[in-house]
């Protein structure tokens, strides 16, 4: 099982893409309402929770995700569930994935140090320790961070990589018509 962390104030597009395109790639994986049942996001977009933390295992857990967004970040850096979650990611060499802000949440922890990492700028410094990169994406051992929002179709084909492989995340990615940006043909 994998799982999505969601707070209030969490980034739309950077849970739900990914949950939809690992879903859509099999994978086994569930929203889970840190804040309650029902999340409201930063755009205020209201969203039912699959679990909640008391009904979590990690005995079968492939991994966790952290989406970004404000005060959804802030969030999930006060739940003492998260942070102990994200250890046991970390310590038990699981699958840690955060996005935009989010990486800020191990990194404030320690748990990046000495890793390649990349978050939304402004928040490097919160990344302690962690070899700040300027890529999209970063994937480092188990632990993989992208920018933002606009990074989350190879954020999410990177995790499908990690959790299946790359050749079903290759067939996802082609599936839903993505394409690196271009400019609009005119007629």
Request: charged letters at 20%; proline letters at 6%; aromatic letters at 8%.
């Given at each position: 099982?994998?799982?999505?962390f969601?707070a209030?104030?969490?980034e739309?597009?950077?849970?739900?893409v990914p949950?939809?395109?690992l879903r859509?790639?099999?994978?086994?994986?569930y929203?889970?309402?840190?804040?309650?049942?029902?999340?409201?996001?930063?755009?205020?977009i209201?969203?039912?929770a699959d679990?909640?933390?008391?009904?979590i295992s990690?005995d079968?857990?492939?991994g966790?995700?952290?989406?970004?967004?404000?005060?959804?970040?802030e969030?999930?850096y006060?739940?003492?569930f998260?942070?102990?979650?994200?250890?046991a990611c970390?310590s038990?060499?699981k699958?840690l994935?955060?996005i935009?802000?989010a990486?800020?949440?191990?990194?404030?922890?320690?748990l990046l140090?000495?890793?390649?990492a990349?978050?939304f700028p402004g928040f490097?410094t919160?990344?302690?320790g962690?070899v700040?990169?300027?890529?999209?994406?970063?994937?480092?051992?188990?632990i993989?961070?992208a920018k933002?929002?606009g990074?989350?179709?190879?954020?999410?084909?990177c995790?499908?990589?990690?959790?299946?492989?790359?050749?079903?995340a290759?067939?996802i990615?082609?599936?839903i018509?993505y394409?690196?940006?271009?400019?609009?043909q005119?007629?």
């Amino acid at each position: 099982m994998f799982y999505v962390f969601l707070a209030d104030g969490f980034e739309e597009a950077e849970a739900l893409v990914p949950l939809d395109l690992l879903r859509r790639a099999g994978v086994d994986v569930y929203t889970v309402g840190i804040t309650g049942p029902v999340v409201c996001s930063s755009k205020k977009i209201k969203v039912f929770a699959d679990l909640t933390p008391e009904e979590i295992s990690f005995d079968q857990c492939e991994g966790v995700m952290l989406p970004g967004g404000m005060p959804g970040t802030e969030n999930l850096y006060r739940s003492s569930f998260v942070q102990d979650a994200v250890s046991a990611c970390v310590s038990q060499k699981k699958l840690l994935c955060a996005i935009c802000a989010a990486p800020s949440v191990p990194g404030r922890m320690g748990l990046l140090r000495g890793k390649r990492a990349v978050c939304f700028p402004g928040f490097e410094t919160k990344l302690t320790g962690a070899v700040v990169c300027d890529e999209p994406v970063v994937k480092d051992g188990m632990i993989i961070t992208a920018k933002g929002a606009g990074c989350v179709f190879p954020f999410s084909h990177c995790i499908i990589s990690a959790l299946r492989d790359k050749n079903t995340a290759d067939r996802i990615i082609k599936e839903i018509q993505y394409a690196p940006m271009h400019e609009a043909q005119e007629v």
